[in-house]
């Protein structure tokens, strides 16, 4: 079983519309979450974290937590063209007595049709 | 937010050469990042490096065919060794986001060809 799972997608989305990224881990002991935006030949960069159960919202971004099912989701309102990129999943897990480190799902690729 | 420059930013290598990949930053950092990003692949942490210590390894990466250097707390350096095609890659080095812990910069990233 994979650590940090994700649709590859591609996911289709009309201008406008909402788009929903989602999420799951499988290591229960997870405390921090982070969603990163890679665009076609550049490197992830951050655009959520998200560390309690509940939403968080940063614009038109709201990130969603659900420690009991082990899942984590990114929605995108009045998605853009411009929101076509790769969104990463990545959860801090906490490897034992060893420094904790981030690992990342494979991404979903997302595209905005017009 | 941090700076990271990585030099360089592409190369084509021949089978069974070396490369080392630099990676500064403009500020202090306890710990420096590696990750690989294989085509189409997200990214796999490499190694973490501390400075003034062995870096960390995660499985599947060894220091004989990775070894990194952290010689001072803003600069770091990544050599793969004697390449074979399967390393081509993208190597990326990041840092976090001091005081926020998870949250990382990425450098620019490194691709490398490996003939």
């Known amino acids: 079983q994979k650590e940090v799972e994700q649709n590859s997608g591609p996911l289709s989305v009309p201008e406008g519309a909402i788009a929903s990224l989602n999420c799951t881990y499988s290591d229960r002991g997870s405390q921090s979450f982070f969603w990163y935006r890679q665009y076609s030949g550049k490197s992830p960069e951050l655009i959520m974290s998200i560390y309690s159960n509940g939403d968080k919202e940063d614009g038109r971004f709201t990130a969603q937590l659900n420690k009991a099912s082990q899942y984590v989701s990114l929605l995108i309102r009045d998605s853009q063209p411009s929101d076509s990129a790769t969104y990463l999943c990545a959860v801090k897990s906490f490897a034992g007595s060893s420094a904790s480190k981030i690992i990342f799902g494979s991404g979903t690729r997302l595209s905005i049709r017009p | 937010s941090a700076v990271i420059s990585q030099k360089p930013s592409r190369d084509i290598c021949q089978r069974g050469t070396s490369l080392t990949i630099q990676c500064q930053v403009d500020?202090?950092?306890?710990?420096m990042f590696w990750y690989r990003q294989q085509p189409g692949q997200s990214l796999t942490l490499i190694a973490t490096?501390?400075?003034?210590?062995?870096?960390?390894?995660e499985s599947g990466f060894v220091i004989d065919k990775f070894p990194i250097s952290r010689p001072n707390l803003t600069f770091s350096t990544l050599t793969v060794s004697n390449m074979s095609p399967e390393d081509s890659s993208i190597y990326l080095c990041?840092?976090?986001?001091?005081?926020?812990?998870?949250?990382?910069?990425f450098g620019e990233g490194s691709r490398l060809t490996v003939l």
């Open positions: 490096a501390n400075q003034g210590s062995e870096a960390t390894y």
């Open positions: 500020s202090q950092v306890t710990m």
């Open positions: 990041s840092v976090e986001r001091q005081g926020a812990t998870g949250e990382l910069f």
